[in-house]
C-alpha cells in the first residue's frame, strides 16, 4: 500500500479517538504519538498508535483493527469462534452461525465487531454484525460480514 499522507493528530482528535474506542469497545489506548496514515488508492485511513496501526476507518467510522484488538484485548463488540472456524475466518471470510461460540450483548445490527478464537482469546478479524449479539450463535447462516482480517494488506502494514 503507497502512503500518500501522513500527519500527526491534534490533541482534540486525539481525545474524540480515545473517547470512542472506550464507548466502542470499553479500551483505553495510551500511546504517546498518534499519526493519521492515508493510502493512494484506496479509503484505507490508519491511525498509528506509537508507530502501530492499531486503529483503521472502516466507513469513516474508527475502530481497532487486528493489531490493535489483540494489544487492548475489547470487552465489548466481542465475537468469539470455535477452532473450525479459525482457518477461515483468518483468511477472510464472513463468519457463519455454526463457528460461533459466544457474542456479546451490546452487538446490534451494522456494529463494528471484534472477532476472536475462544482457546487463546486472539483476534482474528474486523467485521461488520448482520444481527444482534444474541442472536449470532446458531445452525446456519452469515451473521459477520469480514472487513479485516488477519494476513490481508491492512494487518501486514508496518508503520
Known amino acids: 500500500m503507497q502512503v500518500k ?6 490533541s482534540d482528535a486525539v481525545r474524540e479517538l480515545e473517547r ?13 504519538t498518534y ?13 498509528l498508535i506509537d508507530g502501530e496501526p492499531q486503529v483503521a476507518h472502516f466507513d469513516e467510522e474508527p475502530f481497532l483493527t487486528v493489531r490493535g484488538a489483540n494489544a487492548y484485548e475489547p470487552e465489548r463488540r466481542l465475537v468469539t469462534v ?16 455454526p463457528g460461533i461460540t459466544a457474542a456479546t450483548d451490546d452487538i446490534s ?10 482457546s487463546h482469546g486472539k483476534v482474528l478479524a474486523v467485521g461488520r454484525a448482520r444481527v444482534e ?16 482480517h488477519v494476513g490481508d494488506e491492512l494487518y501486514e502494514f508496518a508503520g
Not at 20 to 32: A, C, N
Open 82 to 97: 470455535d477452532a473450525g472456524a479459525i482457518s477461515f475466518v483468518s483468511d477472510g471470510a464472513d463468519v457463519m452461525r
Open 133 to 148: 449479539g444474541s442472536e449470532m450463535a446458531g445452525d446456519e447462516g452469515k451473521v459477520v460480514d469480514s472487513l479485516h
Open 109 to 118: 445490527p451494522d456494529d463494528l465487531v471484534v472477532i476472536a478464537e475462544e
Open 35 to 47: 499519526e493519521r496514515v492515508e493510502f493512494e488508492n484506496t479509503d484505507w485511513e490508519v491511525i
Open 5 to 10: 499522507s501522513r500527519h500527526h493528530l491534534r
Open 20 to 32: 470512542t474506542l472506550e464507548e466502542q469497545l470499553g479500551v483505553s489506548p495510551d500511546g504517546d
